[in-house]
């Protein structure tokens, strides 16, 4: 809706956004120029045209212009922006009311636009499950052919012999499909329908205990941890990228005022406060031109609106930058105080005199622009000022001749060591025939219909120019508690690290050292790449892939920096060589990168096989939050747009390291075992009846009853495997947050591939065979029924399942040992009751069947002989040649307080035969990582086919971090 008219005297009104962007702050819209000074019964007979684009989703920009027709003034085009609109689902706040004109409603307005269909993850589990009933199905299509046709040739040849099953004597047209169709009918359950219920209902139970985990409740903040997407809390296992923002993410975004260079004075680098700094106060005091200009500066060039308390008068700032509000607060620590913001007049109490300013003209800030301008006019003086902040490469650019840049670059450069945030101050005295005639071609672009932001910004550059460069500000952001020991446990773990930030470059590199992402020499190495033009940034990407080459063999921590010009460069015309280099280095620094760039960064990540994390706090984070496999969100003073649009959220990022270890990799843990335990137990049952088609003609008789293969998927099976697979944990979680080496099983997908998947074929075979064999080699005689065979058969099915969940559990609890135990009984009681049922088919079956000795036996047979087998070689292998985790779960139970690996090595003979040649790592996890050393290759199309280049030198990586090209 555009605005027209508001209660408020000034035009105003102030709205919440929070249900858009999740901004809480309040913002201002004010009503076009055309309506001011409108009566509220003007407004009733208000007569105009308002010309605006095509809808479109973009909730920060709207292009459109305003013409009112006589008799109300201001006939002339009039621009309107998104400041003229109130959108929906906006409140209306400390305004008695406002109206308009809808320009767009239903499904047209820009949040109806907006609303779009989130794309459906598939996790890496979810898909080679994919794969393997995809392979499944196949099998059961082979076994279907073959039987059918066996079936059908018993059937021509064998059919004469047995008069007893009085088959007709003439065969109708169909007769050969209908063989096939019956094992078709008992293979269906080969591949349970039951397996993709119950992992989504395990997985909504992984995501509660997210919700539920008050180790990661933020109490500071009052956020507790929340998981939006319940269907891919196994992929947070087997991440390998994870792709962070740094203000307010790694940082407190809670912005200090700490120093500052005006006309190349440095304050505040003694104390390293810059508030306290006596020079600085004795200057405002002085009113020392530069001073008082900068400080102005800081005080008028901002969005910051003042709030003054009716009940204790006390002020205070609503913005919607932090870097604004602590400019806004530290002038004011200096003597020059925003007290009154009221429309476009600004008032500002210096020093206890009254200052009022009225601003003409806001160029504001953008991405591209890099800076923020007003133009202002001082009441008491008449005269006219252009007021500039922004980042140093874009005002030094535009500062008139013998300003010294040196000395503020050098300051600059000094602040960027120390890790603070900078900003570059300028001022301008306008001239007023100058300024006139730029109005007039601002209020042009202004109003323009198409690429309004484009033409404003080249209008805007030709009245920043000339600047008098008054110096830098430093903004302290200081890192968030236990960021540094989460990069440092997630290394260990594997995972790769890409900064990207919108800072400077040495400002990300100060915060990058003080994270753990990058060492110093001779531990670790930082490459820059760096150029301006395409050939430049070739040829830096080129010595960085040299001098990775010679120093990789000396087991350096390489990581390398890019800015966002030369990023651009590189992802439009080196991507292929960009992309080769940021998968053979672990660790890459993205300086001055924009949203876009960031989602491009994880899409081109995603596009080589890799599965991603991206982490962020505010708005610029929400695409590549999107666009990454499993996209974090923290709740922090940015608002709530990225934790909105992500798949977690949390309060702090030291909380990633348990999202990741503990709730990620028990996700990928029990979501393997349960998908393919599921598959087996229907095996089982489906190879049981295709043994016995053998010994029944190869006719597809089933050898159950529709309720007892009904039933065993619902009730007989599935209540064991679900609680263990939601409460059971091979390591407690004190282990796996101490030894995050461990992940490396969860992202070589060593739980759930085509081996391990053979693995449980095989043992559904080898227990249909005895379950098989034993019940015919004891129940084969004329005197037994065929249902009583059945009924043998489906016992050992359940006996054999029951002990083995109980073999392949880690960790024991009363509630899995009632439900393995419970479930065995649930079988007898309905069996029992159905035995009651003389139409059931089971009359008095069961009572007779336990009450034969040999029903017992051949249980006892059947469970010695198909789980015995299985427990010795667990036993031989967890003994005699233990993986990692073997020998952790073997230090848990020797040492159930937390020792270290390398304290206890000495201590079990089995530790020691898991960690032999372990020089190099000193602990559990050499044989780990020898065994998950299988490391991805990227895609062709990144691989150079110039053997003549360096850059396609054969790279041969030692570490089991890295990638291997061959």
Known sequence: MVLLGTAEPLGL???????????????????????????SAQLLNIKGMIECPEPDKDILRFDARVRLFPPFPGDELSPLGVKNTLLQCCYLRNTEWACGVAVYTGNETKIGMSKGIAEPKLTAADAMLDKLTTALFICQIVVVMILGLAGNVWNNYEKDKTWYLR???????????????????????????????????????????????????????????????????????????????????????????????????????????????????????????????????????????????????????????????ALVQAAAQLGMVLFSKKGSVVEVNFLGHTMEFEILQVLEFTSDRKRMSVVVRDHSTGGLYLLTKGADETVFRRVRAGEPVQQVADAIDQYSQLGLRTLCFAWRDLDEQEYVAWTAKFNEASAALTDRELKIAEVSELLEKDLELLGASAIEDKLQDGVPETIASLRKAG??????????????????????????????????????????????????????????????????????????IALKYHKEAFAKLALLIRTALCCRVTPSQKAELVGLVKSCDYRTLAIGDGGNDVKMIQEAHVGVGISGREGLQASRAADYSFGKFKFLKRLI????????????????????????????????????????????????????????????????????????????????????????????????FAGWFLRSIF?????????????????????????????????????????????????????????????????????????SGMYRIMFRVCADPCYWFSLLLMVVAGVGPLSAIKFYRATY??????????????????????????????????????????????????????????????????????????????????RTLP
């Open 13 to 39: 009104c102030y709205i919440e956004t929070a249900a858009m962007d999740g901004e809480t702050d309040l913002k201002t819209r004010v009503i076009p120029g055309p309506c001011h000074g409108l009566t």
């Open 167 to 325: 088959f007709p004597k003439k065969s109708e047209w169909y007769d050969f499909i209908v063989i096939p169709l019956r094992f078709e009918l008992l293979c269906s359950i080969m591949i349970p329908i039951s397996v993709k219920v119950s992992l989504d209902l395990a997985k909504s139970v992984y995501s509660k205990y997210i919700d539920w985990d008050i180790q990661m409740y933020d109490a500071v903040t009052d956020t507790p941890a929340k998981a939006a997407n319940t269907a891919i809390s196994e992929d947070l296992g087997q991440i390998e990228y994870i792709l962070t923002d740094k203000t307010g993410t790694l940082t407190e975004n809670m912005m200090i005022f700490k120093r500052c260079c005006i006309n190349g004075v440095y304050y505040g680098n003694f104390n390293g406060d810059a508030l306290t700094d006596q020079h600085l106060m004795h200057s405002v005091t002085e009113k020392v031109s530069a001073v008082v200009k900068f400080v102005m500066v800081m005080t008028i060039n901002n969005t910051v609106v003042p709030n003054m308390s009716r009940e204790n008068g006390r002020l205070t700032y609503k913005a919607q930058s932090q870097d604004e509000e």
């Open 495 to 568: 995972i790769n690290f890409w900064l990207l930030t919108g800072d400077k470059q040495t400002t990300a590199i100060q915060v990058a050292r003080a994270c753990n992402f990058i060492m110093a020499e001779p531990e670790g190495q930082l490459l820059k790449i760096e150029g301006s033009t395409p050939s430049d940034v070739a040829d830096s990407i080129e010595g960085v892939l040299q001098t990775f080459c010679i120093n990789n063999s000396e087991n350096k921590n390489i990581a390398f920096v890019i800015d966002g010009l030369s990023l651009e």
């Open 661 to 756: 270890l503990v709730h990620g990799r028990y996700s990928y843990n029990r979501s393997a075992f349960l998908a393919q335990y599921s598959i087996y137990k229907s095996l089982v049952i489906c190879f049981v009846q295709i043994l016995f088609s053998f010994i029944s003609g190869v006719s597809g008789t089933s050898l159950f009853n529709s309720f007892s293969l009904m039933a065993y998927n619902v009730a007989y099976t599935s209540i064991p495997v679900m609680v263990t697979s939601l409460l059971d944990k091979d390591l407690s979680e004190r282990t796996v947050m101490q030894h995050p080496e461990i992940l490396y099983f969860a992202q070589a997908g060593r739980l759930i591939n085509p081996s391990t």
């Open 767 to 839: 227990h249909a065979i005895v379950i098989f064999v034993v019940t015919i080699r004891v129940y084969a005689h004329e005197k037994c029924e065929l249902v009583e065979m059945s009924m043998v058969a489906l016992s050992g099915c359940i006996w054999i399942q029951a002990f083995l969940v109980l073999i392949e559990t880690n960790s024991f609890t009363v509630y899995q040992h009632l439900a393995v135990s419970g479930n065995v009984v649930i079988f007898y009681i309905l069996n029992l009751i159905l035995s009651f049922g003389k139409h």
């Open 881 to 962: 040649r233990p993986n990692a985790i073997n020998t952790l779960q073997l230090m848990e139970r020797q040492h159930p307080m937390p020792v270290s690996v390398e304290a206890i090595g000495s201590s079990s003979s089995s530790f020691k035969s898991a960690s032999r040649s372990s020089s190099s790592h000193g602990s559990v996890f050499e044989p780990l990582l020898a065994e998950t050393s299988n490391p991805k290759t990227p895609p062709d199309r990144y691989i150079s086919k110039d053997k003549t280049r360096p850059v396609t030198s054969a790279v041969l990586l030692s570490s089991p971090n890295s």
